[in-house]
């Protein structure tokens, strides 16, 4: 049922070998390079005169756990939606994250932490791994059902390099803000995803239609995802800002964001529908698309009012997307979105990146004062305007999307590679390929799996 005995000897082996060998990289690269920072290290934190509880862990690590928890909880039940894919879902979710968040540290410690020979690691080291591994599983979500665990791993060894570069090109070299990645993040994840799937299209890919819809239990267990990436969101955007001031502003305007996106999807539901019945996909996604909106301008002085108005904006373009849009993108664009990133991540960003921009250009030293530093510390030390800090914001999407379209590609490309395991096109969306499933569950399928060799990738 999983495929040919051929097939099934290859799988067998090529995960194990994928896994052992970067964990042994990793392994190696970690002893060599990987060290605590002050804050960590027992011999440099009691050189100095320092109370415990001075320490960043006590301010930090809540939010980190937020963050945590949105990443192996919230963004891996949230896939669970597919009938047949649960456990894949949340398996590969899982995977891939855990391999990310090694990864990550490697080279965003090479870019932002290479001190003296070393990468320096501690609270804000983990919290910027969580948020590539989060960025990584958006762009899962593009390809969810279509592609195994090996060639994930692929992706994802790529994903992060590229993840890395142009947060350190945004962050460093153009000096954009971009607190709750809404380009870092949810733009680069989404089209990252997109490209990936455009390349790796699969034009026989109906054969499967049958398993890609939800069933009731598959839409609970989405609907958890999604109530955890909810509750936690305005941690996941406050995470890395300055304590004070600017972190609670980050966390409010999420709050409120998040509260109007979720009234706009409940109403354009309704709207959208024939009967006037409320569409769980909609409620699952685009209620979360006020977190992804405010990304870059939470820390911004955006007002609660601002937040209200991104958030319900935000809400109805995703609604609307996964209506309208979503459709078009397979039938014109030969874009097929598993999991309809484009609607939560990919517009809710790139709008995030423009209401960014459009409210740094209106920053002033009366609306911040002292705070202006913190938030926009060039602008303050008259190295640029405002205006000049916009055009940063907006250059800053636009490399953005070049590294996702073009790293995506690539990645498409390196993920076509003939040795690499794929489920054909009559298997996929199915947890039966690669994991062991109770005999009850395989009874319920809708349709007995062929034996089939892998379709010839276009």
Not at 262 to 277: I, K, N
């Amino acid at each position: 049922m999983a495929g040919s005995p051929r097939r099934a000897a290859g799988r067998r082996l090529q995960l194990p070998l994928l896994c052992l060998l970067f964990q042994g990289v990793t392994a190696i690269l970690f002893a060599i390079f990987v060290r605590y920072n002050h804050e960590t290290d027992a011999a440099l934190w009691h050189q100095g005169n320092h109370s415990n509880a001075d320490n960043e862990f006590y301010f930090r690590y809540p939010s980190f756990q937020d963050v945590h928890v949105m990443v192996f909880v919230g963004f891996g039940f949230l896939m669970a939606f597919l009938q047949r894919y649960g456990f894949s879902s949340v398996g590969f979710t899982f995977l891939l994250a855990a391999f990310a968040l090694q990864w990550s540290t490697l080279v965003q410690g090479f870019l932002h932490a290479f001190h003296s020979g070393h990468i320096h690691v501690g609270m804000e080291s983990m919290i910027n791994a969580d948020f590539c591994a989060g960025a990584v599983l958006i762009s899962l979500g593009a390809v969810l059902g279509k592609t195994g665990p090996a060639p994930l791993l692929f992706a994802t060894l790529l994903e992060v390099v590229l993840f890395g570069i142009n947060e350190f090109v945004l962050l460093r070299v153009l000096g954009v803000k971009d607190a709750g990645g809404s380009m870092t993040i949810h733009t680069f994840g989404a089209y990252f995803g997109l490209a990936l799937s455009r390349v790796l299209y699969r034009p026989q890919l109906e054969k499967s239609r049958h398993r890609q819809g939800s069933v009731y239990h598959s839409d609970l267990f989405a609907m958890i995802g999604t109530i955890f990436l909810w509750v936690f969101w305005p941690s996941f955007n406050s995470a890395p800002t300055a304590l004070g001031d600017e972190q609670l502003r980050t966390a409010l305007n999420t709050y409120y964001s998040l509260t109007a996106s979720t009234l706009s999807t409940f109403a354009l539901s309704a709207l959208v529908s024939r009967d006037g019945r409320l569409d769980m996909v909609h409620i699952q996604n685009a209620a979360l698309a006020g977190g992804v909106v405010v990304g870059t301008s939470s820390e911004m002085m955006l007002t609660p009012f601002g937040a209200l108005v991104a958030g319900f904006l935000a809400g109805t373009v995703s609604t609307l997307g996964y209506k309208f849009f979503t459709p078009i993108l397979e039938s014109k664009f030969k874009v097929q979105d598993t999991c309809g990133v484009h609607n939560l991540h990919g517009m809710p960003g790139i709008l995030g990146a423009l209401l960014g921009a459009l409210v740094a250009g209106l920053a002033t030293h009366e609306a911040y004062g002292d705070g202006l530093r913190d938030v926009f510390p060039l602008v303050a030390e008259a190295q640029r305007s405002a205006t000049s800090q916009a055009v940063h914001q907006l250059f800053g999407l636009f490399v953005t999307l070049m590294f996702a379209f073009v790293g995506g590609s690539l990645g498409g490309l390196l993920l076509k590679l003939p040795f690499l395991d794929y489920p054909s096109d009559s298997q996929c969306y199915e947890d039966q390929i690669y994991w062991e499933v109770p005999e009850e569950h395989e009874d319920k399928a809708q349709e007995p799996l062929r034996v089939e060799e892998p379709d010839t990738q276009a």
